[in-house]
């Protein structure tokens, strides 16, 4: 089964359009279909379980808060949940998803979420520049997950 | 937000089921209840201002983006308001796939709002996640029901979280017969799982809190409401969509950067479950109806903690409905051909509003002879509500000042759970503090 690749955020909130505008990126390099499933969501656990529970391998994208510059990467894999409540962008969207998809054991077998600090997450379509600029390396960093399934070049 | 003011301990604590962001203060002054604010930070301010200047066409794609849990009813709101504007009806046809489509809503918010919010609060565990632990298959009957209402969203809407389907006018493509055919029976799986639902809730236990807000809904005619061209209350409101600024109020609050709102001469109201149920209870269909009588709801439901039976009740009707409008597409008595109708430009003002799960959603935009917005109001339901919500902690607080901070703020977060409200504009939780000063009276 294809990987399927979760972008979560408001584009209208800033930096926390970087996960759907990841999507977008990746929909532009003609990933979809291929070589992964592209999906976006808002971030609510339910619908996170839900898109992801009949899935061997996912991957979200999503501004996460922890304190870091902004820009930062974070790469985390299925433990993110015992990092505490608290970091993602949406409320306790991804911690409480996995939490979730843990305990109904409807967890994918593998789950890598990339998150990106956020610089600001006010009204606007706009990325800040520092997140615009990591932007790229979300994609790269996504599409080298994407390949090591499928074995094909994502772009 | 901490305050540290005299001596004592002072709890602070993340709320974070509710949708978004915002905070709470609860001031006690020589153990008396001073102040209770309700800070919430919203977006439709920021809407209303990039709405001026687009064309006519573009508020139920942007309006979509302000929530997204309830998509469909910023979509339907401006599309009536926009329709009105413009002197444009759509067909009954129409009308009654938006209807379905507003079911898929109802039933996935309510449900997300019933399983992942509210319940845990009336059985003593933290989260979905503890609820799991309790009651695996409650847990697991709800991700049922909110995924067909998710999959309803996407059969009519094209996409669960901004249906890109929606158009001024109508709908790009209605659904297929064969579509409809095919999910038919997930439909009937979700009354029957929304039912057993209702019968869940109906069985916790709730605290006492007796109510007396004046409850505001649409009159939707035969319907329970979802649209409707009148605003009724239970102290005899009774006027048109279009008089909407004639006696709701706006007024900005220092603590929050949300309006709040009031009926003129009249004050505080509510919106939402309570008030459909109140004001359109015998407008319920049969199984809803049955399904409220058996959950020993009576004519109306005064007692706030009592409305996730109320939410229950409204997710079987709209399973229901959702079933009717259904049928009557497969068999053809309700025909979506063309799927949409032409809304020419013209200038003027329209108003429109519909029945989000939270309650009434109030759009108005102005339009000139292009059709370029020059002005948009929007007022959400957790707008209005935002008074009634501090009106209700106050009371609630008040008579539970010898709680311990936290256990204090935990029942303040269920009274704010009571009903639902919708920030989700925002980034981060509602924090919750207790400022206790002075000493014990």
């Given at each position: 089964m294809r990987p399927l690749v979760i972008g979560v955020g408001n584009r209208w909130r800033g930096d926390d359009g970087v996960g759907p505008l990841a999507i977008d990126a990746l929909a532009a390099l003609g990933a979809d279909g291929p070589d992964a499933d592209l999906l976006t969501l808002d971030g609510e656990p339910g619908r996170l379980v839900a898109a992801w529970e009949d899935r061997s391998r996912v991957v979200v994208v999503d501004a996460i808060v922890?304190?870091?510059?902004?820009g930062t990467l974070h790469c985390v894999t299925s433990?993110?949940?015992?990092?505490?409540?608290?970091?993602?962008?949406?409320?306790?969207g991804i911690a409480e998803a996995v939490a979730l998809g843990r305990a109904l054991d409807r967890l994918p077998e593998q789950l890598v979420v990339i998150g990106i600090e956020p610089g600001r997450l006010d009204h606007g379509t706009e990325l800040s520049p520092t997140v615009a600029a990591a932007l790229d390396t979300v994609v790269r960093l996504v599409c080298e997950l994407v390949d090591e399934e499928v074995g094909a070049p994502c772009a | 937000m901490t305050h540290r003011a005299g001596a004592g301990p002072l709890a602070t604590k993340a709320?974070?089921?509710?949708?978004g962001e915002g905070a709470m203060h609860v001031e006690i002054v020589d153990g008396r209840l001073v102040d209770v604010t309700l800070r919430i930070y919203e977006p439709p301010r920021f809407y209303e201002g990039f709405l001026r200047g687009r064309g006519h066409t573009e508020p139920p794609d942007i309006t979509a983006r302000i929530c997204g849990i309830c998509p469909v009813a910023y979509q339907m709101s401006a599309c009536l308001a926009i329709e009105q504007a413009c002197g444009i009806e759509v067909t009954d046809g129409i009308a009654e796939l938006r209807r379905l489509l507003y079911c898929g809503e109802w039933i996935e918010s309510h449900t997300l709002h019933i399983h992942m919010l509210h319940a845990p609060d009336f059985l003593g565990v933290n989260s979905v996640v503890d609820l799991v632990a309790l009651d695996r298959a409650a847990v697991e009957r709800g991700l049922e029901l909110k995924k067909i209402g998710n999959e309803l969203l996407e059969l009519i809407g094209g996409r669960a979280i901004h249906p890109v389907n929606v158009r001024v006018g109508g709908f790009y493509r209605p659904p297929s017969r064969e579509a409809l055919r095919a999910f038919r029976p997930r439909l009937a799986r979700a009354l029957e799982l929304a039912v057993d639902v209702c019968e869940w809730v109906a069985g916790f236990d709730f605290p006492e809190l007796d109510t007396d807000h004046e409850l505001v809904s649409l009159d939707d005619g035969d319907h329970y409401p979802v649209f409707g061209d009148r605003i009724v209350s239970d102290h005899g409101l009774d006027i048109a969509v279009d008089e909407f600024a004639s006696h709701f109020q706006e007024f900005q609050v220092s603590h929050s950067t949300a309006k709040h709102a009031r009926l003129l001469s009249r004050g505080n109201y509510l919106v939402g479950p309570l008030a459909r149920y109140r004001l359109a209870r015998e407008k319920l269909l049969p199984a809803a109806a049955a399904a409220a009588s058996a959950a020993g709801?009576?004519?109306?439901?005064?007692?706030?903690?009592r409305s996730i039976v109320v939410r229950a009740v409204e997710v079987v009707h709209a399973c229901e409905e959702a079933l009717r409008i259904t049928d009557g597409l497969i068999d053809a008595s309700i025909n979506t051909d063309p799927g949409s109708v032409e809304v020419p430009a013209r200038a003027g003002t329209g108003h429109g509003a519909t029945e989000a799960p939270r309650g009434l959603l109030y759009h108005r935009y102005t339009l000139d002879e292009a059709g370029t917005i020059t002005d948009a109001e929007i007022v959400p339901p957790t707008s209005q509500n935002q008074p009634t919500i501090e009106h209700d902690l106050f009371h609630f607080v008040e008579s539970r000042l010898d709680m311990a901070d936290d256990e204090l703020a935990r029942a303040a977060e269920v009274t704010i759970r009571n009903h639902d409200?919708?920030?989700?504009?925002?980034?981060h939780f509602l924090d919750l503090t207790v400022d206790r000063r002075g000493g014990t009276p």
């Open positions: 922890t304190g870091a510059a902004p433990g993110f949940a015992g990092r505490g409540a608290g970091a993602s962008s949406h409320g306790n | 709320l974070t089921r509710v949708e709801l009576g004519a109306t439901c005064p007692n706030p903690f409200p919708c920030i989700s504009c925002a980034t």
